[in-house]
């Protein structure tokens, strides 16, 4: 069983940070999988932002965050970070922890994600 529960959302001004924390089910970690963050805008479709493979710590990044946001893992908590640093307002979004079976294509930016926690609201204002 996999569940997700992601926290560290909140409000910040522009060029600060945030770290969220997906904390994963023991499962989650006992074998190598794809976790990853994305994030959805109000009235814009979900998009993926960072991701992660727990088996090498491959780390994968959108061009958009490239530089500013960092991914990382932590087996002893089963937990994924997501530091997100130099913020801007167009990082304003509901973020969302995934996981799930690499299978083979791509890498895990593209995995067809099955498990997804509830979410937590970042807000950047200018």
């Known amino acids: 069983q996999v569940q997700l529960v992601e926290s560290g959302g909140g409000s910040v001004q522009a060029g600060g940070s945030l770290r969220l924390s997906c904390a994963a089910s023991?499962?989650?970690?006992?074998?190598?999988?794809?976790m990853a963050w994305f994030r959805q805008a109000p009235g814009k479709a979900r998009e993926p932002v960072a991701a992660i493979y727990t088996g090498t710590g491959s780390t994968y990044y959108v061009d958009s965050v490239k530089g500013r946001f960092s991914i990382s893992q932590d087996n002893a908590k089963n937990t994924v970070y997501l530091q997100m640093n130099s913020l801007k307002p167009e990082d304003t979004a509901m973020y969302y922890c995934?996981?799930?079976?690499?299978?083979?294509?791509?890498?895990?930016?593209?995995?067809?994600?099955?498990?997804w926690g509830q979410g937590t609201q970042v807000t950047v204002s200018s």
């Open positions: 995934a996981a799930d079976e690499f299978y083979g294509l791509g890498n895990c930016l593209s995995v067809p994600y099955n498990y």
């Open positions: 023991a499962y989650t970690f006992y074998s190598s999988k794809c």
